[in-house]
């Protein structure tokens, strides 16, 4: 599966930003997809993760409460809806998929998106 993220850009702090991951190839549904972050200097870490169906969802603890995870398997697209933006969410923002169950880890995940540019100002 390849995968595309868009929707980054500029947002002042308190804004909101919705993220896209498009998927194509077969067999999107078979696949758990998460979003990673990766800030200049900093290490990729994990944001969110939903599962092939939408029955499990997982947020880092930095965003939980501010960021919702969707998906839409017919539109082979996964959404990260991020609220309440502050400044330390601005990253480039990844996405990637995997054939296992939801995980954190960037070792979990086989295939990753180019990634999209969230800053956030204050």
């Known amino acids: 599966v390849q995968l595309q993220a868009s929707g980054g850009g500029l947002v002042q702090a308190g804004g909101s930003r919705r993220l896209s991951c498009s998927a194509s190839?077969?067999?999107?549904?078979?696949?758990?997809v998460a979003w990673f972050r990766q800030a200049p200097g900093k290490e990729r870490e994990f944001v969110s993760a939903?599962?092939?169906?939408?029955?499990?969802?997982r947020y880092a603890d930095s965003v939980k409460g501010r960021f919702t995870i969707s998906r839409d398997n017919a539109k082979n697209t996964v959404y990260l809806q991020m609220n309440s933006l502050k400044p330390e969410d601005s990253a480039v923002y990844y996405c990637?998929?995997?054939?296992?169950?939801?995980?954190?880890?960037?070792?979990?995940?086989?295939?990753w998106g180019q990634g999209t540019l969230v800053t956030v100002s204050s």
């Open positions: 939903i599962s092939r169906r939408s029955d499990n969802t």
């Open positions: 190839g077969r067999g999107f549904i078979n696949y758990t």
């Open positions: 990637a998929a995997s054939s296992a169950l939801v995980a954190i880890v960037t070792s979990s995940y086989n295939y």
